[in-house]
């Protein structure tokens, strides 16, 4: 069963921010994890299972977190942006 995906505001302003390319392979990789949210690659966070992150692809890191078949994601942290921005 796939997890359908949904964005914090915050995070859809950040993924809506990206350059084409970068944010289709945003989604491509989203669209993975919503197959396998547990995946041995991803982590939790926190104290909770459901709280969780994993990289989605090269320079993009996700928080999010399960419930009720959603994967919701609370944080886009884009780690290689002082790379992109110069």
């Given at each position: ?7 914090t505001v915050?995070?859809?302003a950040?993924?809506?921010?990206m350059?084409?390319?970068?944010r ?11 197959l396998?949210?547990?995946?041995q690659?991803?982590?939790h ?5 459901e709280?969780?992150k ?5 320079g993009?890191?996700?928080e999010?977190?399960?419930?009720r ?9 884009v780690?290689d ?6």
């Amino acid at each position: 069963m796939a997890y359908r995906v949904t964005c914090t505001v915050e995070a859809k302003a950040t993924a809506d921010a990206m350059a084409p390319e970068r944010r289709d392979l945003f989604e491509r990789g989203l669209s993975k994890l919503a197959l396998d949210p547990y995946h041995q690659a991803t982590a939790h966070v926190g104290r909770h299972e459901e709280n969780r992150k994993a990289q989605v692809a090269p320079g993009l890191l996700v928080e999010y977190v399960l419930a009720r078949g959603l994967l919701v994601v609370v944080g886009i942290e884009v780690f290689d942006a002082v790379l992109l921005d110069g």
